[in-house]
Structure formats: structure tokens, C-alpha cells
């Protein structure tokens, strides 16, 4: 007999509740499997939510500004708004920094969406290149600020642009885990190549290390007190750095 049937006779022998009841006792998985998988989901959904919102506080560490004019008046003037970021201002927090979104890669990884992945890819990447790019100049671990003064243009743009993405998959939560491979990551990893190709960082790798010493001068000629004057050109500026003990260059560079 048909299952149609069976229950057909059911509802009308013993009435719908007690036709709910036949329909658990014919198939008595049926009602754990649809419970089992709202508790799946319900976890998975938590899980991609607790990993949305640990990238949410790593990437709210490369918000936080300083300003030049207070943090270091030895150099800029009192009403300059010139700003870097606070993972900027030495090395060690640069690390720390650096450490948290390797360690958010390792770990959480899964639960992340192919968009904020590929950001955390980036900024890996960004910070691989950077650290490379010490490499070729000498600087006192302190005062890496100088060098924030160029990029925060680049992790500005960064962070506002993952936290808009996180912001959006916050409210709006995904029940399912994103393959992080096939054509939409590439297309991801693309899209952020692109961008990179447009940053402060490119632009310094793919010159010469006098060149980049001009684009730092640049800088600090509007600002700097005890190093630049309005008339001075940016050789005269980039000379006084160096005897002023702020950055030496000390080999090319030519990273292509």
C-alpha cells in the first residue's frame, strides 16, 4: 500500500494529531533530521558570526589614528592635522599587528566569507611586501611612524573598505561556508590586486630607494620643523633626514 494511502486512512480514522502521530511512527528520523539541521545551522551561523566579528577587531587596530603634531612636536607644527596609524608608530606594534591577521587566517579562515578572506590575504600580503621592503633601509625600530605618514592612505582605504563588507554580512548572516578557490576567489584576489597596484606601497617598491626618500620628504617638507625650509628643495630636505639620523638609504631598491 501506497504511503499516501496509509496516511489517508489515518487522518480519517483517527483525525489529523493523530495522524501526525502515524506520520513519526512510519518515518521516526524525520522529525530529528529537520531539528539537527536547524541546530547545524544555528551553530554554523554563529560561528561564521564570531569569526566575522574577530576581523572586525583586528581590523578596528588599523583605525585607530595618531597625530603627528602631538605625538612627536619635534618635528611638525602645532596645527598640522597629519596623521598615520597607531600600528604604525614602531615596529613592535606593527608586529602585533601583523601577527593577528596570520593568526586569524590560521584559524578562522573557514568560517569567512571569499570577500573578507581575500582581505586578509591582501593585508598579508601588503605587510609581506612592506617588511621586505625595510629591508633596504635603515631606520630605528621606534620610529616607524615616518613610513606611516606614507601608507595611511593604503590602510585607511583597507580598513574602511572591509569593515563596510563585515558591517553588510553582519546583518545580513550566511547559513552556508564559501569554497575559498574556483573562479568567485579568484576574481576576489583580482579585484584586490588591482587595488594594490594603486597603493602608496607599489609605488615605493617599484622605484628606486632615493625616489622613495623624495615621496617621504614630500611629506615632511610641509611639515617638519627642524629639517625643511618652504625653499628648500627635496635633495637639501632628503640630506638633512639623513644627517638628522631619521632614515639612510642604503642600497637600491628595484623590487619588480
Known amino acids: 500500500m501506497k504511503v499516501q494511502h496509509i496516511l489517508g486512512i489515518a487522518t480519517i480514522v483517527i483525525g489529523s494529531g493523530g495522524a501526525a502521530a502515524v506520520v513519526k511512527s512510519i518515518f521516526p ?17 554563529k560561528q561564521r558570526i564570531e569569526a566575522a566579528k574577530e576581523v572586525k577587531r583586528i581590523e578596528q587596530m588599523a583605525n585607530v589614528i595618531e597625530f603627528a603634531n602631538i605625538t612627536h612636536p619635534e618635528l611638525f607644527q602645532g596645527g598640522s592635522e597629519i596623521v598615520y596609524m597607531s600600528i604604525m608608530e614602531n615596529k613592535e606594534n606593527f608586529k602585533a599587528f601583523a601577527n593577528e591577521i596570520n593568526k586569524a587566517r590560521a584559524t578562522i579562515d573557514d568560517y569567512l566569507s571569499c570577500k573578507v578572506s581575500a582581505y586578509l590575504l591582501y593585508a598579508e600580503k601588503y605587510i609581506m611586501q612592506f617588511m621586505e621592503f625595510l629591508k633596504y633601509l635603515e631606520y630605528t625600530e621606534n620610529d616607524l611612524y615616518p613610513f606611516g605618514l606614507l601608507l595611511a592612505s593604503d590602510i585607511q582605504k583597507w580598513q574602511r573598505k572591509l569593515d563596510s563588507i563585515l558591517v553588510q554580512e553582519l546583518n545580513n548572516v550566511s547559513f552556508k561556508i564559501e569554497h575559498h578557490g574556483g573562479k568567485e576567489w579568484e576574481h ?36 617638519a620643523v627642524n629639517v625643511a625650509n618652504e625653499s628648500d628643495s627635496m ?17 637600491n631598491s628595484n623590487n619588480n
Not at 530529528?32 to 536547524?38: G, M, R
Not at 635633495?235 to 642600497?251: F, H, K
Open 29 to 45: 528520523n524525520w522529525g530529528l533530521k529537520k531539528q539537527k539541521k536547524i541546530e547545524l545551522n544555528a551553530e554554523l551561523a
Open 188 to 223: 576576489e584576489k583580482e579585484l584586490l590586486k588591482n587595488e594594490y597596484e594603486k597603493t602608496v606601497l607599489y609605488g615605493l617598491v617599484h622605484k628606486t630607494n632615493k625616489e622613495a626618500m623624495n615621496l617621504l620628504c614630500a611629506i615632511l617638507t610641509e611639515y
Open 235 to 251: 635633495e637639501v630636505v632628503a640630506q638633512r633626514l639623513i644627517e638628522a639620523g631619521y632614515l639612510t638609504i642604503t642600497q
